[in-house]
């Protein structure tokens, strides 16, 4: 591991998605797409297998300070934001297993 980046996993609880809909991550940093919802990738999708539940896999981010960002749904003709504020990511306050951060950020929107 590089002493530049760290590993996050996150989790999220969601009911108001419909079948062909995904979430994703976008966020002020590059691994979260600098807020461009035009170049969604991989990294930036949870899986959505243990629904409601929403689990990404590990994310190496760089090391920084002032992380912010917030979930999508997006699905074949929808596009939802979070209707409210930016989330912040602050690791000191995570729990840390198989050197990565677990991030339960509660519910959509919440």
Known sequence: MSENRVYVKFKLYCKETELGDNIYIVGNI???????IDNLNENQKLN???????????IPIEK??????KYIIKGPNKL??????????????????NGAHYIDDGFFGQ
Do not use: A, M, Q, V
């Open 80 to 97: 939802k934001w979070e209707d409210c504020e930016n989330r912040e990511l602050h690791l000191k306050y995570t729990i840390k297993r």
């Open 64 to 69: 920084r300070k002032n992380i912010e960002y």
């Open 30 to 36: 590059n691994e979260f797409g600098n807020w461009n």
């Open 48 to 58: 959505g297998k243990l629904y409601p539940l929403w689990i990404s896999e590990t």
